[in-house]
């Protein structure tokens, strides 16, 4: 009986060891892959979908892949105000805001995101929604690997491309046309600056039709824009 669990647990080991090398080398390939691959889409996307089959309500996705000539600069500064102004020199990981949120936590306050935009990234295109153990320590994996194997402006390329601004919107792309009527190569400061400033809750605020709200987080984020530098900042991204 001894010796039967003791081959049973070494049988499980054996698997466990497996799956975990056929998740490192298949995250390894899809990462390596899509460094230069236009992506076909995100998780998110495919999320999505499956809960309005589920809700038994349609959902047609917009999504246009555009390359870095055709994202406007302006539109890429606007969502790093926003988002994570210190995109360019953190390694994947803001442990300044990561603090700020544990001890706004600590006191009681109201929750605050510490999430960087290439955590949002890995997310966004890897995985899927939630708070578990497993979700972030995977997040954690693919943010590591897209740091070390994308670079910087590649991460800010395909989050432009797989952010979700509307119900089936994806891609600023998609969001330029969708609100503004206009390619994302062409949008203005203040157009960038209303997209960037419903990241946050994408699916309850609008960038044609700002509320309150959101009008005045545009205006905070076109005051980072400058207080950053404008679209010179971008020049401080390392290249891929």
């Known amino acids: 009986m001894r010796r039967h669990s003791k081959g049973l647990l070494r049988r499980l080991w054996r698997l466990a060891w497996r799956l975990a090398l056929a998740v490192v080398l298949l995250s390894l390939a899809a990462v390596l892959v899509f460094r230069v691959v236009p992506l076909p889409g995100s998780m998110v996307m495919v999320e999505r979908k499956v809960q309005s089959w589920l809700a038994h309500e349609p959902l047609s996705i917009d999504y246009r892949w555009r390359g870095r000539s055709a994202l406007s600069d302006t539109a890429r500064i606007a969502v790093i105000a926003a988002e994570d102004q210190r995109f360019p020199r953190h390694g994947g990981f803001d442990f300044i805001e990561l603090r700020r949120a544990l001890a706004a936590r600590l006191n009681g306050e109201r929750l605050r995101g510490a999430s960087t935009l290439s955590q949002q990234t890995a997310k966004n295109v890897f995985l899927w929604s939630g708070r578990s153990w497993l979700r972030k320590g995977l997040e954690a994996w693919f943010t ?62 609008s960038a044609a039709t700002p509320s309150p709200d959101v009008a005045q ?17 971008l020049e401080r991204l390392t290249q891929p």
């Open 217 to 233: 987080r545009s205006r905070w984020i076109r005051r980072q824009m400058g207080n950053l530098g404008g679209t010179g900042y």
């Open 144 to 205: 590591l690997l897209i740091e070390l194997l994308w670079g910087k402006q590649r991460i800010l390329d395909v989050y432009l491309n797989v952010a979700e601004w509307d119900r089936g919107v994806f891609g600023l792309e998609a969001a330029a046309q969708h609100y503004f009527g206009v390619s994302a190569s062409r949008l203005d400061v203040r157009q960038a600056s209303l997209l960037a400033a419903i990241l946050p809750s994408p699916l309850t605020r």
